[in-house]
C-alpha cells in the first residue's frame, strides 16, 4: 500500500495502537510514542494537532486506544489518520485515582518493548485490556495495576512464582517471598533479606497473576497494600529502574470500591 507522487512510493501502514506519550514539537506539531498492536513501539510526528482546528488531536493524548494510519519516515514516520477504538482518556485523566493507576502501566509498557519496531503483540492486549477494565471501573484501581504489572513482566519472561518455591521448585504454599529469586521460597532455598507475606497476600497475588478477578476483588485492604509493595519491588526489580509514576498511585481505601 502507498501513496504516489513526484515518482517516489511513500510506504503507508495501518495498525491499531495505544497512546504512551507525546512530546511538543515545533509550534503545533506532537510526537507521539505508540504500542501498535503488529508494528511494536513506534514512534511517530502529528503535524499541527495542537491548533485547535485539528481534527485528531484529542485521539492522539495518552491512554487512547485508536485505529492510526502512518506512513514511513527516515526516523519519524507521519500520522495521516485516526480514528477512535477506545476513548479512555478523559476518563481515565479526570479521575486522580483512575490516573495515578493508569500512569504506571504506559510506563511500565514504554519500558519492557524497548525496541522499536519488533512485534509485541501480548503487550499490546494487556494493556489495552488493562485500560479498558481501569477506565470502565471494572475493579479497584490499585489491583488492575497491580495485575498489569504482573501480567506484563510475566509475558516478559519474568513471571512469579506465588505458590512453588521460585529457587527448587518444591510445591507450597510457602511463608517467604524473595524479590530476587522470582518469588516464594521455601525455608531451605530462603536467601536474607526475604520478606514473609502474609498467606492472603500470597493467595492474592497468585489471582493477579492469573486473571482470578472473584478471589482478587473479594480481598481487603492489608493484603493489597502488602500485595502493592510486593509488586512495585519486584517489577523495579526486574526493569532494573524506578517507575517514577508509582510513587505516586493512590492506594487509599477508597480503591476498594470496583
Known amino acids: 500500500m502507498g501513496a504516489t507522487g513526484e515518482n517516489v512510493t511513500v510506504p503507508l501502514y495501518r495498525d491499531d495502537a495505544i497512546v504512551l506519550r507525546t512530546h511538543k ?8 510514542t505508540l504500542l501498535t498492536r503488529e508494528n511494536g513501539k513506534v514512534r511517530g510526528v502529528a503535524k499541527g494537532v495542537r491548533r485547535t482546528s485539528s481534527r485528531f488531536g484529542a485521539r492522539l493524548e495518552p491512554f487512547m486506544v485508536v485505529d492510526v494510519q502512518l ?6 514516520d507521519t500520522v495521516t489518520q485516526v480514528e477512535t477504538i477506545g476513548a479512555y482518556a478523559r476518563t481515565i485523566c479526570e479521575d486522580y485515582v483512575l490516573y495515578t493507576a ?3 502501566m504506559l510506563e511500565a509498557a514504554d519500558r519492557l518493548v524497548e525496541a522499536e519496531r519488533e512485534p509485541a503483540v501480548q503487550q499490546y492486549w494487556l494493556l489495552a485490556g488493562a485500560l479498558r477494565a481501569l477506565a470502565q471501573r471494572d475493579h479497584a484501581p490499585s489491583l488492575v495495576l497491580d495485575s498489569y504489572l504482573l501480567r506484563a513482566l510475566a509475558v516478559a519472561g519474568w513471571a512469579p512464582s506465588f505458590t512453588d518455591c521460585a529457587r527448587c521448585g518444591e510445591p507450597g504454599p510457602h511463608h517467604s517471598f524473595s524479590v530476587a529469586t522470582g ?3 521455601c525455608s531451605r532455598c530462603r536467601p536474607p ?3 514473609a507475606p502474609a498467606p492472603e497476600t500470597f493467595e492474592l497475588l497468585a489471582a493477579l497473576l492469573t486473571g482470578d478477578w472473584a478471589t482478587a476483588d473479594a480481598s481487603v485492604e492489608r493484603p493489597r497494600k502488602e500485595a502493592s509493595g510486593i509488586v512495585a519491588a519486584y517489577a523495579q526489580y ?3 529502574r524506578t517507575l517514577r509514576s508509582l510513587r505516586h498511585v493512590d ?3 477508597r480503591n476498594l470500591e470496583a
Open 25 to 32: 514539537l515545533g509550534e503545533a506539531d506532537r510526537i507521539v
Open 251 to 253: 492506594r487509599t481505601p
Open 183 to 185: 518469588g516464594a521460597v
Open 238 to 240: 526486574y526493569l532494573e
Open 71 to 76: 506512513h514511513v519516515g527516515r526516523s519519524l
Open 193 to 195: 533479606g526475604s520478606t
Open 102 to 104: 493508569g500512569a504506571p
